[in-house]
């Protein structure tokens, strides 16, 4: 298959755009010249994840969401990044497995998956640790499909159910319905969660929730939607409390503050009444400490990189 065909008229995602982005850009921001903003070894990522080697990080530019409260707002919507080859992106994979990375960690990949599929079949005969596909959740089903036998392991956020919600602060009315859908096709993709002997992840679904101040109950409706859609040996959960007040926060009152622990704990009882296992985050994680450091050179990111 051309893979670089799909950017002709592109509907990766659910925006759907249909635009040519070999002449223009989508409402991701990007059109066909492949951009990430950093690369490396990625050591905050759930345990089974990093492990004690690090996650082989890549972060792409450009994002077919528009959240208020993105850590990453940088290089998601503020055109921070530069352009390196199909070739070179498959040579970042292959470095990364030298430098002993426990799986590739495409970060935020979704509007470049056609160039990502394309630089994984150039490493194909020789890249033996799992790809992991580490997205927003707002993916069309008909894009997930083209990541078998490509992906192994599928990172997906599910921020909301409220349709509202997701309007007023990622500017998708329709993240829930399609997110869910998404997700179902992950898990037939990836199958059940399975570990190496190091309790390194080798193949599943781990879905990551972020409590917003002010949303514990959609939290929560949520939290009861994936208990009664997915049996508990299928995906594993990340309950995340790291949300951080961004300066785009500054006008919405409910965002300009932290998850408070009574929110982040009453979603948690949520998440143990259906016996999942997974991933509890502390909440000393809500600091932007922990947002990496990106960059518009590819000559500077190489000395940054691990």
Known sequence: MDHLRL?????????????????????????????????????????CISGKEGSGTVFFCGCSLKCVFCQNYEISQQNTGYEISVQELADIFLSLQQKGANNINLVNPTHF????????????????????????????????????????????????FDSELSLKYSKAKDYFDNAITAIKEMVKIAGKPEFDDRGILQKGVIIRHLVLPGSRKDSIQLMDIIGETFSKDKILISLMSQFTPTKNCNNIKELSRRTTTFEYNS??????????????QQKSSADDVYIPQFFNDKKVTFFHND
Do not use: M
């Open 7 to 47: 950017l002709k008229q592109c509907r990766l995602c659910p925006r759907q755009c249909g635009i040519d982005r070999t002449k223009t850009k989508g409402f991701c921001g990007e059109g066909d010249s492949l951009r990430i903003a950093r690369w490396g070894r990625h050591y905050w990522e759930e345990p």
């Open 113 to 160: 998956v056609p160039q990502i599929l394309c630089a994984l079949d150039i490493v194909k005969d020789n890249l033996t640790i799992p790809v992991v596909y580490n997205c927003g959740g707002y993916e069309r089903a008909e894009t997930i499909r083209l990541l078998e036998g490509y992906v192994d392991i599928f990172l997906p956020d599910l921020k909301y």
């Open 267 to 280: 979603v948690i009882k949520a998440v143990e009444k259906y016996g999942f296992e997974g991933y509890i």
